[in-house]
């Protein structure tokens, strides 16, 4: 995939698609780990592997077929994200990564589920502990 570069008004002009998006993963998530903890019960402990063995009883065998739908559309809901230009940095709270560009230099622009717009960023080397508020002076830089 190529490297898109985006400025703040683009990743901005995502923002509300990708709330409805990642919200949607998020949800998909916790639903893949409760009936994750379902089979778990059933079988005693939680499988590491979803394995398909027409041996299992009616019930797991549904479970196990639901798990892997459920997996499926949630990789899928990833993809979808990845090819707006996104990087996923962290499913388990929606965070997301842009390239951009702050005075010639490739940095992250960097939205969390739950944000309203992209106001942070951070140095490519740096993670999401580090991620600086974008202000006036910045803001004036990744604008178009």
């Known amino acids: 995939m190529e490297m898109r570069v985006f400025t703040l008004e683009a990743v901005n002009a995502l923002v509300p698609r990708l709330s409805n998006v990642v919200g949607r993963q998020l949800h998909r998530r916790a639903g893949i780990e409760e009936l994750l903890m379902q089979l778990g019960q059933k079988l005693g402990d939680i499988p590491e592997r ?11 065998r549904a479970m196990k077929r639901d798990l892997v739908e459920k997996i499926e559309r949630y990789r899928a809901g990833w993809r979808d994200v990845e090819d707006m230009g996104a990087v996923l940095k962290d499913a388990r709270i929606g965070l997301l990564d842009f390239y951009g560009e702050v005075d010639g230099k490739l940095v992250w622009l960097c939205w969390k589920y739950g944000e309203s717009e992209c106001a942070f960023y951070h140095a490519l080397e740096e993670g999401f502990s580090a991620r600086k508020p974008i202000g006036a002076s910045v803001k004036q830089r990744l604008l178009n």
């Open 50 to 60: 979803i394995i398909l063995d027409p041996a299992d009883p009616s019930d797991v």
